[in-house]
T-cell receptor, first 113, second 112 residues
Framework: AQRVTQPEKLLSVFKGAPVELKCNYS??????LFWYVQYSRQRLQLLLR??SRESIKGFTADLNKGETSFHLKKPFAQEEDSAMYYC???????????????FGQGTELSVKP | NAGVTQTPKFRVLKTGQSMTLLCAQD?????MYWYRQDPGMGLRLIHY???????AKGEVPDGYNVSRLKKQNFLLGLESAAPSQTSVYFC???????????FGPGTRLTVL
């Protein structure tokens, strides 16, 4: 079964410190992985996806198929990065009816001044 | 463009009451989704639709029904609300397989 695990409910760091939000997945095929972010009182929005290999707001994420991980990293955290972060998996592009996403439990990132 | 909109934003129901949540999108997306968000559970898919007139069950469909009579609208119904349905409900839409999902602002529902 497909599953996404975010082991940390809360991650608290100081401004300027490196950040790594962990995401592990369980899927037998070729996954598509995403990070969504939800700032306080705002809607979820896409932060980045592994196939685009972009760096958004200083965040990067690399898909490691050997470790089945897609950790989100940023070298220097900013206070405005404080938000809830969700890792999501979309499996089997050609067979997934409706492009369904499976979300992890979410990690709340708190960046302190 | 308004993107994805949801009505109402807040609602309090008594156990056994019914209600309908409306989701509308103006991006001409084929696919639409209803999720519920609960603390420690992330987002879980309730129902989804791959086009006008189609619906399918997601991960947690029990107690909910949906309809997609028009491409731009996706309705979520609760026939007999239960306290376990207290949650924040998000609607989303996407252009197609593997594409970014765009989310609405959410509806906070409390069932007493």
């Amino acid at each position: 079964a497909q599953r996404v695990t975010q082991p940390e409910k809360l991650l608290s760091v100081f401004k300027g410190a490196p950040v790594e939000l962990k995401c592990n997945y369980s899927y037998s095929g070729s996954p598509e992985l995403f990070w969504y972010v939800q700032y306080s009182r705002q809607r979820l929005q896409l932060l980045l996806r592994h196939i685009s290999r972009e760096s958004i707001k200083g965040f990067t994420a690399d898909l490691n198929k050997g470790e089945t991980s897609f950790h989100l990293k940023k070298p220097f955290a900013q206070e405005e990065d404080s938000a809830m972060y969700y890792c999501a998996l979309s499996g089997f592009r050609w067979g997934n009816q409706g492009g369904k996403l499976i979300f992890g439990q979410g990690t709340e990132l708190s960046v302190k001044p | 463009n308004a993107g994805v909109t949801q009505t109402p934003k807040f609602r309090v129901l008594k156990t056994g009451q019914s209600m309908t949540l409306l989701c509308a999108q103006d991006m001409n997306h084929e696919y639409m989704y209803w999720y519920r968000q609960d603390p420690g559970m992330g987002l879980r898919l309730i129902h989804y639709s791959v086009g006008e007139g189609t619906t399918a069950k997601g991960e947690v469909p029990d107690g909910y029904n949906v309809s997609r009579l028009k491409k731009q609208n996706f309705l979520l119904g609760l026939e007999s609300a239960a306290p376990s349905q207290t949650s924040v409900y998000f609607c989303a839409s996407s252009y197609g397989l593997g594409n970014e999902q765009f989310f609405g602002p959410g509806t906070r529902l409390t069932v007493l």
